[in-house]
Nanobody
Framework: VQLQASGGGLVQAGGSLRLSCAAT????????MAWFRQGPGEERDLVAAIRWSGFNSYYGDSVKGRFTISRDDDRGTVYLQMNNLRPEDTAVYYCAAARGTLNSIITVRQLYVYWGRGTQVTVSS
């Protein structure tokens, strides 16, 4: 699976952006998909994840109520709608894929084995 993220940019605080991640390769619908972000000098943290079935999602505490993850299996694409952006959301955002399981949504970074190049999101105050 190859992943290509897009949609980053510069936005003022309170604004919105939508990130997209297009996947090539087979069996997209069997992968849990996630967005991570990494600020300067920081760890790469999980922002949001969506299960392969599309029925379950996970959000980090700092983005709950502001960000929404979704997927379109027909297009092989996962999205991250980001509203009410804050300066602390500034980071490089990465999409990633993990082989889905029958148990629960995957939130462990090490299990995400496919990664796209990041897209920069900068929020000005």
């Amino acid at each position: 699976v190859q992943l290509q993220a897009s949609g980053g940019g510069l936005v003022q605080a309170g604004g919105s952006l939508r990130l997209s991640c297009a996947a090539t390769g087979s069996a997209f619908s069997t992968y849990d998909m996630a967005w991570f972000r990494q600020g300067p000098g920081e760890e790469r943290d999980l922002v949001a994840a969506i299960r392969w079935s599309g029925f379950n999602s996970y959000y980090g505490d700092s983005v709950k109520g502001r960000f929404t993850i979704s997927r379109d299996d027909d297009r092989g694409t996962v999205y991250l709608q980001m509203n009410n952006l804050r300066p602390e959301d500034t980071a490089v955002y990465y999409c990633a894929a993990a082989r889905g399981t029958l148990n629960s949504i995957i939130t462990v970074r090490q299990l995400y084995v496919y990664w796209g190049r990041g897209t920069q999101v900068t929020v000005s105050s």
